[in-house]
């Protein structure tokens, strides 16, 4: 089973940090957690992934739990662009197969 | 210019008909990738391809028909379209399956 399990919603305030959870407890050793965003009426874009250790880029951070079994993606200084729709996927067999579930909305108040 | 593009943007077409929505990426990577996008719902793989001339099923592959004679290019096709294959397709590149980057989508209307 590859589903990923996400609040369906969130909000925050804009130029505060936003910590987006998602569970995976059944994730295997070798799979990476990936996140994926989606702006609305465009396609999907990547955001960041990883596999045990914390991660950086440009975009977000990501935080791994030690047993793997949860991340969390932050975002460290929401802006109103950050306002979509928050993929949190774990490959089906395989990385090049993703499964996108329904994600979590996140709405930036300003 | 670079990137991922599809091909038409929109398209209405009537069940039985065939269809063809098309994909091309100028950055030679290896993988490419067919998704739809239903309302309410996040995104299922169709069929995806590690490289040239090698495709495999993806989660939803009934009613589609992939080639990949050449790497930049990845066309969907459904035999005999029908309502329930009235979604938002998408198409996306990856040159190590582990950022994809996708294109703007078809949105493709059965009636």
């Known amino acids: 089973d590859a589903k990923t399990t996400q609040p369906n919603s969130m909000e925050s305030n804009e130029e505060e940090p936003v910590h987006l959870p998602c569970n995976h407890s059944t994730i295997s050793g070798t799979d990476y957690i990936h996140w994926y965003r989606q702006l609305p009426s465009q396609g999907p874009e990547y955001v960041i992934h990883g596999l045990t250790s914390n991660v950086n880029n440009r975009m977000a951070s990501l935080a791994i739990a030690e047993d793997r079994k949860s991340s969390t993606l932050i975002l460290h200084r929401a802006t109103l662009r950050d306002a979509a729709v928050y993929y949190c996927i774990r490959p089906n067999f395989g990385n090049e197969k993703l499964t996108f579930g329904t994600g979590t909305r996140l709405t930036i108040i300003p | 210019d670079a990137g991922i593009t599809q091909s038409p943007r929109y398209k209405i077409t009537e069940t039985g008909r065939q269809v063809t929505l098309m994909c091309h990426q100028t950055?030679?990577?290896?993988?490419m990738f067919w998704y739809r996008q239903d309302l309410g719902h996040g995104l299922r793989l169709i069929y995806y391809s590690a490289a040239a001339d090698i495709t495999d099923k993806g989660e939803v592959p009934d009613g589609y028909v992939v080639s990949r004679s050449k790497t930049e290019n990845f066309p969907l096709t459904l035999e005999s379209a029908t309502r329930s294959q009235t979604s938002v397709y998408f198409c996306?590149?990856?040159?190590?399956?582990?950022?994809?980057?996708f294109g703007p989508g078809t949105r493709l209307t059965v009636t």
């Open positions: 950055w030679s990577h290896s993988y």
């Open positions: 996306a590149s990856s040159g190590t399956a582990y950022e994809q980057y």
